[in-house]
């Protein structure tokens, strides 16, 4: 366990701002992060668990306490099934099961971050979720002090949602268990574009590799995929969710899916964009990315305040000319 006291957090994120954090504690297994934290609330510091800091506006104060960075490794895996280490590179999972002939994420190609966070928000892209694969999430639970094992029923996801994003100072990540296909074919693509990169129908499958790529190439298209020399990836990818309302609510030629229970997803970018926002609109050092008006994106010098007052001017705006209520994706983290 290496505790360093020289970083901030925008090292440490990828809209890389926020400020200097009094203790960045970095555990490199299991065993490490239950005593970091552990520590932390001993001591009554306030900690902040932190993977790839790829979906947290980070605060210009800085952490006035311990910022645990998970960064344990490790694949452990029997047939089909594969539990994984909370701090293990996300992207490098999936490129291990499209090399290994098992399939389930590999639509989710080019997410940055951990896998121990991807249960969080369930994380989720061109068709496919993880609440879709993971069959257990083994957490250290900071109320009961111990640590146990959630089925997906009590890990409660929904659409970027789950009970532990809902419950943000309880669960601690430590592995993830994903059951998977053993198929050299995709699951059936479940998203149009996605299908149409492909040539192949909805429904139908693919290749591993083929959806990898095509999902990588989509997602370098619209800015997606972290590239230190594209702008347009320093975001915490799409900042609001697609807004969920009774379908009698619909907004008249805003794209929609049906949700269920006579519901409809709204189309987020859409709705961003025919309030005025669309791709490249910037206020100061922050903005809507050049390539997806989703992204709000940070240049050198940018600050936790300025990208949340310019957030807010979105909500505020697609409020007023629509009526509906944008929710925020990434966690606005506070001591
Ligand atoms: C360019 C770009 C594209 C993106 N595209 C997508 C996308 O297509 N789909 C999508 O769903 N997301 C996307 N994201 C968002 C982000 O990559 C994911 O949400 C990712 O899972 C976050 O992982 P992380 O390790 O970086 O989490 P962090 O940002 O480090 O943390 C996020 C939250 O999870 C908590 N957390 C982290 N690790 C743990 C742990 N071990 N235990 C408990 N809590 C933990 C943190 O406290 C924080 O609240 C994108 C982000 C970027 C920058």
Known sequence: MQVRRDVRLAELTTLRVGGPVERLVEVTDAEELVAAVREADEAGRPLLVLGGGSNIVAPDDGWPGDVVAVRSRGIDRDGSQLVVAAGHDW??????????????????????????????????????????????????????????????QECGFAYRDSRLKRNPSRFVVLDVTFVLDESPLSRPVGYAELARTLGVELGESAPLADVREAVIALRRGKGMVLDADDPD??????????????????????PSWPAGDGQVKLSAAWLVQHAGFG??????NVGTSSRHSLALTTAPGATAAELLDFAGRIVATVQGEFGVTLEREPTAVRP
Not at 237 to 252: D, H, K, M
Not at 279 to 284: F, H
Request: net charge negative; with cysteine.
């Open 91 to 152: 992207d490098e999972l999936v490129a291990y099961t499209v090399a290994h002939d098992l399939a389930g994420v590999e639509a989710l190609s080019g997410i940055p971050g951990s896998t121990g966070a991807t249960p969080v928000q369930n994380v989720g892209a061109y068709g496919q979720e993880v609440a879709q694969t993971i069959t257990a999430v083994r957490v250290y639970d900071r109320a009961e002090k111990s640590e146990r094992t959630l089925s997906p």
């Open 279 to 284: 791709r490249g609109t910037r206020q100061g």
């Open 233 to 254: 990836s320093r975001s915490a990818g799409s900042f609001f969710t697609n807004p969920i309302v009774p379908s009698e609510r619909a907004v008249a030629g805003c």
